[in-house]
C-alpha cells in the first residue's frame, strides 16, 4: 500500500523531481502556480521518512541488504578506521554515500558546515579536524535528527560542535561566515537545488570551499522511478544528472567545480527484500540495475 496518505506518487515526485508527465500548457501552469507547494510537500515527506529512521524504524537511502553493521557500511564508502574511532557509533545511521571530510582538507581553527547532518555522523569527525579553535554547525530539517545529534554531543562531550534544525534551502547560518561546506547524501533530497547552492554561496566566506559526497544519476530515471516516493527518499529519484548539476552549481556562482564519480550508488542487490530498494528495482526494465543509472559522486568547488 502506498505509504503517505493523501500523497500521490505522479502528483507529488514527478513534479518534485523536476519532472512533469502533464500535457505542456497545463505542465506549463501548474509549475508556476504550485511549484512552491510541491516543494513543500516533498520537505514533509522526506521530513518524516528520516524522522522515523531517526527513531530506529527503517526507511530511506541504503539497504538492509547492506548488511546491519554500520561500521563495515561506512568502511565499504571510505572511511578508516581511526576516522570512525573519533565518531560516536550512535551517529552512524549508515545513511552516507561517501566521505566528504576526507577531501576537504580541514585545518585546525575552521569553521565548517554540514549540510543535512542527520546524527551527527561528519560533524563529529570535522569537529576533531577542526579541533577546539574551530566550530562546526550541523543544519537539518528534522527535528528528531536534530535531537540525536545534540544527544550524542552531549553524551561524548564534543563542545565545538552544534546542531541547528533549519533547511538548506534556507541556511539558518550568516552570510560570508564559513570556510568549508561539506554534505553527504542530502542534496539529492532537495526539491529546489539551485536555491540550495546560491545559499552555499551566501554562507561561505570569499575563498571558501566544498567538499560534497552524493547521488548523481549517469542517464535520466524512467518515469516509473521518477514517480516512486521510495526512490525519491531513498537517495535516487530526486538526483540530478552529473551535467545538470554542474550547470546548476556553476550558475549558484562557485568556481572550479569538479563532480567526481566515486563508484556505485549502495549495494542493492537484485534479489532484495528491502522495500525501498525493492521498489527502486521494480521500476527498471529487468535487464537494468541500480549502477546503470545512479552513482556515488564528490563535488567540489570555490566562492
Ligand atoms: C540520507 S540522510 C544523511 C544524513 C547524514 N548526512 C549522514 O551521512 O549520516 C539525509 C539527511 O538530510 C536531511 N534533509 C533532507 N532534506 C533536507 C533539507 N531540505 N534541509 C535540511 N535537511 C534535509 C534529512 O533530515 C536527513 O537527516
Given at each position: 500500500m502506498f505509504p503517505w496518505p493523501g500523497y500521490r506518487p505522479t502528483e507529488v515526485a514527478t513534479e518534485l523531481a523536476g519532472?512533469?508527465?502533464?500535457?505542456l500548457p497545463l505542465c506549463g501552469r501548474r509549475r508556476l502556480q504550485e511549484l512552491k507547494m510541491d516543494i513543500e510537500k516533498a520537505k514533509k515527506i522526506v521530513r518524516e521518512a528520516y524522522g522515523k529512521l531517526a527513531e530506529g524504524q527503517e526507511c530511506c537511502c541504503g539497504d538492509s541488504s547492506c548488511g546491519t553493521d554500520t561500521t563495515d557500511f561506512a568502511r565499504s564508502i571510505g572511511y578508516t578506521d581511526e576516522e570512525l574511532q573519533v565518531?560516536?557509533?550512535?551517529?552512524?545511521?549508515?545513511?552516507?554515500?561517501?566521505?566528504p571530510t576526507a577531501f576537504a582538507d580541514l585545518g585546525s581553527g575552521e569553521v565548517v558546515l554540514d549540510l543535512g547532518?542527520?546524527?551527527g555522523f561528519d560533524c563529529f569527525l570535522a569537529a576533531a579536524k577542526v579541533g577546539s579553535d574551530g566550530h562546526v554547525i550541523g543544519v537539518d530539517m528534522t527535528p528528531e535528527m536534530v535531537r540525536k545529534a545534540r544527544i550524542n554531543a552531549k553524551k561524548h562531550r564534543i563542545d565545538n560542535v552544534e546542531f541547528r534544525l533549519g533547511e538548506i534551502e534556507n541556511i539558518p547560518v550568516a552570510d560570508n561566515s564559513v570556510d568549508v561546506i561539506v554534505s553527504n547524501?542530502?542534496?539529492?533530497?532537495?526539491?529546489d537545488k539551485p536555491k540550495v547552492f546560491r545559499e552555499i554561496y551566501r554562507v561561505l566566506k570569499p575563498g571558501g570551499r566544498i567538499a560534497v559526497s552524493d547521488i548523481a544519476l549517469l542517464k535520466e530515471l524512467p518515469a516509473k522511478t521518477r514517480e516512486s516516493i521510495e526512490a525519491y527518499v531513498g537517495c535516487v529519484g530526486g538526483a540530478s544528472t552529473v551535467d545538470a548539476l554542474q550547470k546548476t552549481i556553476e550558475a549558484a556562482g562557485l568556481q572550479n567545480v569538479k563532480i567526481s564519480i566515486k563508484g556505485t550508488?549502495?549495494?542493492?542487490?537484485?534479489?532484495?527484500?528491502?522495500p525501498v530498494g525493492r521498489a527502486i528495482l521494480d521500476s527498471?526494465?529487468?535487464?537494468?540495475?541500480l549502477d546503470d543509472y545512479v552513482a556515488s559522486v564528490l563535488i567540489e568547488g570555490f566562492k
Open positions: 519532472v512533469c508527465l502533464h500535457p565518531i560516536p557509533d550512535e551517529a552512524n545511521l549508515a545513511l552516507s554515500c561517501g566521505n547532518s542527520g546524527a547524501c542530502v542534496i539529492n533530497l532537495s526539491a550508488s549502495a549495494c542493492i542487490g537484485f534479489d532484495t527484500k528491502d527498471f526494465d529487468k535487464s537494468e540495475s
